[in-house]
Nanobody
Framework: QVQLVESGGGLVQAGGSLRLSCAAS????????MGWFRQAPGKEREFVAA????????RYADSVKGRSTISRDNAKNTVYLQMNSLKPEDTAVYYC???????????????WGQGTQVTVSS
């Protein structure tokens, strides 16, 4: 079955950086666009970033644009999210997800990981 496993979350001070990873298995990785979403306590899950099938196209939420970089390694079936200049408002559970359509819409995503917690202290 399809598995997406996130890692790399943790506690970091404001202004710091984290690199999230998501290892995929059970699917033809290069046939899926990949996305990162996040959900803060009491809030709806929201789009963070997406990357196309070959990695040549990327999309970002305005809230992280310029501070985050999504990338993928199709040889390793892994997608990454490098987050810099982290802010307390970036605190959330971060999820990776797989989508055939390179969408920013949460409803388009077929498969989801379990999430990794990111906590940014002020």
């Amino acid at each position: 079955q399809v598995q997406l496993v996130e890692s790399g979350g943790g506690l970091v001070q404001a202004g710091g950086s984290l690199r999230l990873s998501c290892a995929a298995s059970g699917l033809t990785f290069s046939a899926f666009a990949m996305g990162w979403f996040r959900q803060a306590p009491g809030k709806e899950r929201e789009f963070v970033a997406a990357i196309g099938w070959t990695g040549s196209g990327t999309r970002y939420a305005d809230s992280v644009k310029g501070r985050s970089t999504i990338s993928r390694d199709n040889a390793k079936n892994t997608v990454y999210l490098q987050m810099n200049s982290l802010k307390p408002e970036d605190t959330a559970v971060y999820y990776c997800a797989a989508d055939r359509t390179y969408s920013t819409n949460i409803k388009a995503y077929d498969y989801w990981g379990q999430g990794t917690q990111v906590t940014v202290s002020s």
